[in-house]
């Protein structure tokens, strides 16, 4: 078998997954974008002699693809890159259950689903950024942020943002629904610009002097300091961070996340690769990719992440939340007018 990676709609690509399979494999539908994983799928290989079949598309497309194929789907699992997604393919009934005790031993419990239809692989801490030159006292945490002295101050993304609805689906488990839609009616107020962009142009906003402060996941600040990222890099050095919540729960966090797929023709294979991507190997490669962190305690991570420091992450807030809470944050955006 040849390795597979590109996009849902080459047609050479679907036409092999969807043949019959003979062979020892495993086939992956992902929404992650880095040809390096390669390495990662080869090192797999050459540990197990399992080959790894790869297609790639963004994770609404994968989830519905997996919901057209029904139980004729070639998959066997599928990657996305925030436990948003995760919660849309659990309602589309497109995953199933598994059991791993590597897994139960690796992952921290509160990275795991509740009924183990998927776990972390990496972690994506979303944080306050601030301009050094206009802000001497920055907001120490979200709940701040929607404070009155930052009113027409604070650039962030729109409520369709998955890191955005998983932050609010955070607020509603930890101070309940009244009290997060009257914070989430304190950032309306306090918008320096009707939310647009990515989390790049929210830092962009802050070198630019449309806002004060920003909220942004924090590998895109760590790519500012690579000198490719117009209208960050020549700047980077204006911009401050703050981890948030320091002295309480700590920063939220999102996952990266993997799941077997409902039909999963090869299971056990399956099981297999899923174990791998705990390795010590496995989690440095991941958190590399993207300057993320590894979701198992004590793997090596990215070394670009050493140049934000050490903080607290949010380790008393279940990730499962985020899926949980979903639908009740999309409500309140709704409600506040949060576009």
């Known amino acids: ?3 597979l990676t590109r996009t849902l709609t080459t047609a050479a690509a679907l036409m092999a997954l969807a043949a019959p399979s003979f062979a020892q494999e495993v086939n992956i539908y992902s929404s992650r974008h880095y040809d390096s994983d390669d390495v990662l799928f080869d090192a797999f290989t050459e540990e197990t002699g399992i080959t790894v079949n790869r297609i790639e598309a963004d994770a609404d497309e994968i989830i519905a693809r997996l919901e ?9 699992i599928f990657i996305a890159v925030d436990v948003g997604r995760m919660d849309r393919a659990e309602e589309a009934g497109v995953l199933q259950p ?6 139960e031993e690796r992952v921290p419990e509160q990275f795991q689903h509740p009924e183990n239809l998927w776990f972390g692989v990496s972690q994506r801490a979303r944080i ?6 206009r802000v001497e006292t920055p907001p120490a945490t979200y709940e701040a942020l929607a404070e009155p002295e930052w009113k027409g101050k604070i650039c962030i993304r729109s409520s369709s943002n998955v890191y955005n609805q998983s932050l609010l689906a955070s607020m509603i488990e930890v101070h309940g629904e009244e009290a997060a839609r009257d914070w989430a009616a304190g950032i309306v107020e306090n918008m320096a610009r009707a939310p647009q962009g990515g989390d790049t142009d929210q830092l962009r906003g802050l070198i630019s002097g449309e806002c004060d402060v920003a909220v942004a996941n924090h590998y895109y600040f760590l790519r500012g300091f690579g000198g490719d990222v117009d209208g960050l890099s020549e700047e980077i050095d204006s911009i401050g961070w703050v981890w948030p919540n320091q002295d309480d729960r700590g920063a939220h966090v999102n996952l990266a996340t993997a799941s077997m797929t409902a039909a ?18 496995a989690q440095s490669h991941f958190a590399a990719q993207n300057n993320e962190y590894p979701a198992v305690e004590g793997a090596p991570g990215a070394e670009a992440t050493d140049r934000l420091g050490e903080f607290k992450a949010d380790d008393t807030t279940p990730t499962a939340a985020f899926s949980r809470n979903a639908k009740a944050a999309q409500t309140i955006f709704n409600e506040v007018g949060w576009d």
């Open 68 to 76: 057209a194929e029904g139980d004729n789907s070639p998959a066997d």
């Open 264 to 281: 999963a023709p090869n299971a056990e294979n399956a099981v297999k690769f899923l174990e791998f991507l705990t390795s010590d190997f």
């Open 1 to 3: 078998m040849h390795r």
């Open 98 to 103: 598994f059991t791993s005790d590597v897994i």
């Open 128 to 133: 306050i950024f601030y301009a050094k030159d």
